[in-house]
Protein backbone atom coordinates (compact mmCIF):
# COMPACT_ATOMS: atom_id res chain seq x y z
CA UNK A 1 0.00 0.00 0.00
CA UNK A 2 1.35 3.22 -0.94
CA UNK A 3 1.65 6.12 1.73
CA UNK A 4 0.98 10.04 0.52
CA UNK A 5 2.84 12.51 2.52
CA UNK A 6 -0.34 13.35 4.02
CA UNK A 7 -1.05 10.26 5.32
CA UNK A 8 2.48 10.48 6.72
CA UNK A 9 2.27 13.69 8.19
CA UNK A 10 -1.06 12.89 10.04
CA UNK A 11 1.01 9.88 11.84
CA UNK A 12 3.06 12.22 13.01
CA UNK A 13 0.62 15.06 14.04
CA UNK A 14 -1.01 12.00 16.34
CA UNK A 15 2.21 11.26 17.30
CA UNK A 16 2.51 14.83 19.74
CA UNK A 17 2.94 14.05 23.28
CA UNK A 18 2.98 10.22 23.16
CA UNK A 19 6.82 10.14 23.27
CA UNK A 20 9.38 11.84 25.87
CA UNK A 21 9.17 14.69 23.69
CA UNK A 22 7.87 16.07 20.92
CA UNK A 23 11.56 17.27 18.85
CA UNK A 24 12.18 13.90 16.72
CA UNK A 25 8.35 15.03 15.27
CA UNK A 26 9.53 18.29 14.02
CA UNK A 27 13.12 17.00 12.76
CA UNK A 28 10.23 14.30 10.62
CA UNK A 29 8.70 17.38 9.82
CA UNK A 30 11.61 19.49 8.50
CA UNK A 31 13.03 16.47 6.99
CA UNK A 32 10.02 16.08 4.91
CA UNK A 33 9.72 19.22 3.56
CA UNK A 34 13.70 19.83 2.77
CA UNK A 35 13.28 16.33 1.01
CA UNK A 36 10.39 17.54 -1.05
CA UNK A 37 12.49 20.52 -2.10
CA UNK A 38 14.87 18.45 -3.39
CA UNK A 39 12.74 15.99 -5.02
CA UNK A 40 11.41 18.82 -6.60
CA UNK A 41 14.87 20.25 -8.05
CA UNK A 42 15.58 17.07 -9.38
CA UNK A 43 12.33 16.60 -10.91
CA UNK A 44 11.69 13.70 -8.80
CA UNK A 45 8.00 12.45 -7.12
CA UNK A 46 7.49 15.25 -4.60
CA UNK A 47 5.14 13.76 -2.39
CA UNK A 48 6.85 10.09 -2.01
CA UNK A 49 10.41 12.12 -0.82
CA UNK A 50 8.14 13.73 1.51
CA UNK A 51 6.23 10.86 2.96
CA UNK A 52 9.85 9.34 3.47
CA UNK A 53 11.02 12.04 4.91
CA UNK A 54 7.78 12.15 7.38
CA UNK A 55 7.99 8.71 8.93
CA UNK A 56 11.78 8.13 8.81
CA UNK A 57 12.01 8.01 12.75
CA UNK A 58 8.76 6.87 13.39
CA UNK A 59 9.53 4.38 15.18
CA UNK A 60 10.65 6.80 17.95
CA UNK A 61 7.24 6.45 18.66
CA UNK A 62 7.53 2.54 19.65
CA UNK A 63 11.01 2.51 20.98
CA UNK A 64 13.63 5.53 21.03
CA UNK A 65 16.80 3.36 20.67
CA UNK A 66 15.92 0.83 18.45
CA UNK A 67 13.58 3.03 16.19
CA UNK A 68 15.56 1.93 12.86
CA UNK A 69 13.95 -1.66 13.56
CA UNK A 70 10.68 -0.30 15.60
CA UNK A 71 9.91 1.85 12.64
CA UNK A 72 10.23 -1.14 9.71
CA UNK A 73 8.09 -3.29 11.74
CA UNK A 74 5.55 -0.48 12.47
CA UNK A 75 5.26 0.55 8.47
CA UNK A 76 5.14 -2.85 7.83
CA UNK A 77 2.42 -4.36 10.14
CA UNK A 78 0.15 -1.05 8.81
CA UNK A 79 0.50 -2.93 5.44
CA UNK A 80 2.49 -0.01 3.54
CA UNK A 81 4.88 -0.96 0.47
CA UNK A 82 8.23 -1.98 1.74
CA UNK A 83 10.08 0.96 -0.04
CA UNK A 84 8.04 2.92 2.63
CA UNK A 85 9.46 0.44 5.70
CA UNK A 86 12.79 0.43 5.17
CA UNK A 87 13.61 3.98 4.79
CA UNK A 88 13.65 3.21 9.06
CA UNK A 89 16.01 0.74 8.07
CA UNK A 90 18.51 2.79 5.69
CA UNK A 91 17.80 6.57 6.80
CA UNK A 92 20.68 6.78 9.52
CA UNK A 93 23.45 4.48 7.30
CA UNK A 94 25.93 5.95 4.79
CA UNK A 95 27.04 4.30 1.71
CA UNK A 96 25.50 0.77 2.38
CA UNK A 97 27.79 0.99 5.93
CA UNK A 98 26.69 -0.17 9.01
CA UNK A 99 29.23 1.96 10.74
CA UNK A 100 28.64 4.93 8.68
CA UNK A 101 26.24 6.28 11.21
CA UNK A 102 26.43 9.53 13.95
CA UNK A 103 26.69 8.16 17.38
CA UNK A 104 29.73 5.26 16.99
CA UNK A 105 29.51 2.07 16.07
CA UNK A 106 26.23 0.20 16.62
CA UNK A 107 26.50 -3.01 18.98
CA UNK A 108 23.13 -4.23 18.48
CA UNK A 109 21.49 -4.35 14.87
CA UNK A 110 22.98 -7.44 13.60
CA UNK A 111 19.66 -8.41 12.18
CA UNK A 112 19.98 -5.78 9.74
CA UNK A 113 23.17 -5.89 8.89
CA UNK A 114 23.17 -8.12 5.58
CA UNK A 115 19.92 -6.01 4.34
CA UNK A 116 22.14 -2.52 4.86
CA UNK A 117 25.28 -4.02 3.44
CA UNK A 118 23.40 -5.96 0.06
CA UNK A 119 20.48 -3.10 -0.21
CA UNK A 120 21.14 -0.54 -3.41
CA UNK A 121 19.91 2.52 -2.08
CA UNK A 122 17.48 4.38 -4.49
CA UNK A 123 17.89 8.04 -4.97
CA UNK A 124 15.06 9.24 -2.88
CA UNK A 125 16.38 6.71 0.04
CA UNK A 126 19.78 8.95 -0.56
CA UNK A 127 18.02 12.19 -0.30
CA UNK A 128 16.71 10.99 3.45
CA UNK A 129 19.90 10.60 4.20
CA UNK A 130 20.84 13.75 3.55
CA UNK A 131 17.98 15.55 4.81
CA UNK A 132 17.83 13.32 8.27
CA UNK A 133 21.92 15.42 8.19
CA UNK A 134 20.54 18.54 7.38
CA UNK A 135 17.61 19.22 9.93
CA UNK A 136 17.11 20.12 13.23
CA UNK A 137 13.85 21.26 13.33
CA UNK A 138 14.46 23.53 10.86
CA UNK A 139 16.91 23.10 7.63
CA UNK A 140 20.36 23.98 8.55
CA UNK A 141 23.88 22.86 6.70
CA UNK A 142 25.17 19.98 7.56
CA UNK A 143 27.93 22.38 9.29
CA UNK A 144 25.81 23.16 12.20
CA UNK A 145 24.15 19.92 12.23
CA UNK A 146 26.88 17.98 12.53
CA UNK A 147 28.11 19.88 15.36
CA UNK A 148 24.59 19.33 16.71
CA UNK A 149 24.82 15.72 16.66
CA UNK A 150 28.58 15.39 18.05
CA UNK A 151 27.95 18.27 20.71
CA UNK A 152 24.91 15.80 21.86
CA UNK A 153 25.72 12.24 21.28
CA UNK A 154 29.41 12.96 21.77
CA UNK A 155 32.49 12.13 18.79
CA UNK A 156 33.68 8.20 18.36
CA UNK A 157 35.94 6.57 16.34
CA UNK A 158 34.03 6.29 13.36
CA UNK A 159 33.21 10.23 13.73
CA UNK A 160 35.50 11.55 11.13
CA UNK A 161 34.68 8.72 8.75
CA UNK A 162 30.94 9.62 8.88
CA UNK A 163 31.55 13.49 8.44
CA UNK A 164 33.77 12.97 5.18
CA UNK A 165 30.68 11.00 3.82
CA UNK A 166 28.02 13.44 5.03
CA UNK A 167 30.11 15.72 3.10
CA UNK A 168 30.60 13.20 -0.36
CA UNK A 169 26.29 12.46 -0.08
CA UNK A 170 26.03 16.58 -0.35
CA UNK A 171 28.61 16.86 -3.20
CA UNK A 172 26.43 14.32 -5.02
CA UNK A 173 23.21 16.17 -4.81
CA UNK A 174 25.58 19.21 -5.86
CA UNK A 175 26.91 17.36 -8.93
CA UNK A 176 23.06 16.01 -9.80
CA UNK A 177 21.92 19.54 -9.69
CA UNK A 178 24.88 21.62 -11.29
CA UNK A 179 24.79 23.82 -8.57
CA UNK A 180 25.09 24.10 -4.75
CA UNK A 181 22.44 22.11 -3.27
CA UNK A 182 22.05 25.17 -0.51
CA UNK A 183 20.89 27.47 -3.13
CA UNK A 184 17.43 25.48 -2.74
CA UNK A 185 17.17 26.83 0.92
CA UNK A 186 18.13 30.59 1.08
CA UNK A 187 16.52 30.38 4.79
CA UNK A 188 19.61 28.78 6.10
CA UNK A 189 21.24 31.80 6.38
CA UNK A 190 18.60 32.87 9.23
CA UNK A 191 19.94 29.89 10.95
CA UNK A 192 23.91 30.27 10.74
Known sequence: MKLTSEQ?????????GKTRHDGWIYHSICVGETAGRIAEALKLDVDK???????????????FHYHVVEGYQ????LGYDIEYCRISLLHSYLNNDLYCTAGGFPKDVPVI???IKNHP??????????CDLMCTSVTVTL??????????RGAYENTQ?????????KQYFDDLLGYNLYDL???IKDHL
Do not use: C, W
Request: cysteine-free; charged content about 30%; overall charge positive.
Open 8 to 16: ALEMLESAK
Open 113 to 115: TNF
Open 143 to 152: DKRLIDVISR
Open 49 to 63: AKALGYIHDIGKLKN
Open 185 to 187: FPE
Open 161 to 169: YHIKEAYKL
Open 121 to 130: YTIYEKIINL
Open 74 to 77: YLKD
